[in-house]
């Protein structure tokens, strides 16, 4: 099956600073990525959905100028977390879709990456 | 919008017993996917089972099953001679086809006990 990583796995950081998290299709070309945040024995709420080559589109609530998404390859998707808070501190998981697959809206998970803001 | 409800937060089962999760959904829409999925302690989501709504026949994967019924909108998971490794929390999750987004429901956490 299609193959998603997400670097780094987990982040410590400052607050105030920014972090960068990458998600990479591996062996497919991922036209659309989607990022999502998830607390502790919760569901997976999305963010914004990323397509390549064009702005994101971000769900209610999610503040795009702090939550900074860019596709700028058909295999690469970055989520930068500007000026990061303790209530920032969550699991973010991104996925893509395979236009290719069998399933056109299946979507690969990555393995998350785990940010934690002091 | 579409909502997913998953009713039972937990449930637990015996090692290779029988267990149901619930799912149902609601929609307007005709065309749409519905999908299963395992999340273990490592996070790693993994998919257990696909059922596209256009077929009525219902899908299996081994030990996995749905009992999908589309009028009642429900989307149920049967998963039979349980095993400790299908501990997890399992999210039944809507597609819709044009806009590709997919919505969770809260989950269930799963716990098979030896």
């Known amino acids: 099956g299609a193959v998603v990583s997400q670097h780094p796995s987990w982040v410590i950081c400052k607050s105030g600073t920014s972090v960068k998290i990458e998600c990479r299709s591996l062996?497919?070309?991922?036209?659309?990525m989607f990022w999502y945040r998830q607390f502790p024995k919760q569901s997976l709420m999305l963010m914004a959905t990323?397509?390549?080559?064009?702005?994101?589109?971000?769900e209610q609530g999610v503040e795009k100028d702090k939550f900074l998404i860019n596709h700028a390859s058909l295999t690469l998707s970055t989520l930068t977390v500007t000026s990061a808070h303790p209530e920032d501190s969550s699991f973010y998981i991104c996925?893509?879709?395979?236009?290719?697959?069998?399933?056109?809206?299946?979507?690969?998970f990555g393995p998350g990456t785990r940010l934690t803001v002091l | 919008a579409q909502t997913v409800t998953q009713s039972q937060p937990e449930m637990s089962v015996q090692e290779a017993e029988t267990v149901t999760l619930s799912c149902t959904y609601d929609?307007?829409?005709?065309?749409?996917?519905l999908f299963w999925y395992k999340q273990p302690p490592s996070r790693q989501m993994i998919l257990v089972i696909r059922?596209?709504?256009?077929?009525?026949q219902n899908a299996t994967e081994n030990r996995f099953s749905v009992n999908f019924q589309k009028a009642a909108k429900s989307f149920s998971l049967k998963i039979s001679d349980s095993q400790l490794g299908d501990t997890a929390m399992y999210f039944c999750?809507?597609?819709?086809?044009?806009?590709?987004?997919?919505?969770f429901g809260d989950g269930t956490t799963l716990t098979v006990k030896p």
């Open positions: 929609t307007s829409e005709n065309n749409y996917y």
């Open positions: 999750a809507f597609v819709n086809t044009n806009a590709g987004k997919s919505t």
């Open positions: 996925s893509a879709r395979d236009p290719t697959s069998g399933s056109g809206n299946e979507q690969f």
């Open positions: 062996d497919f070309q991922a036209t659309t």
């Open positions: 059922q596209e709504a256009y077929k009525q």
């Open positions: 990323s397509n390549e080559g064009s702005k994101a589109t971000y």
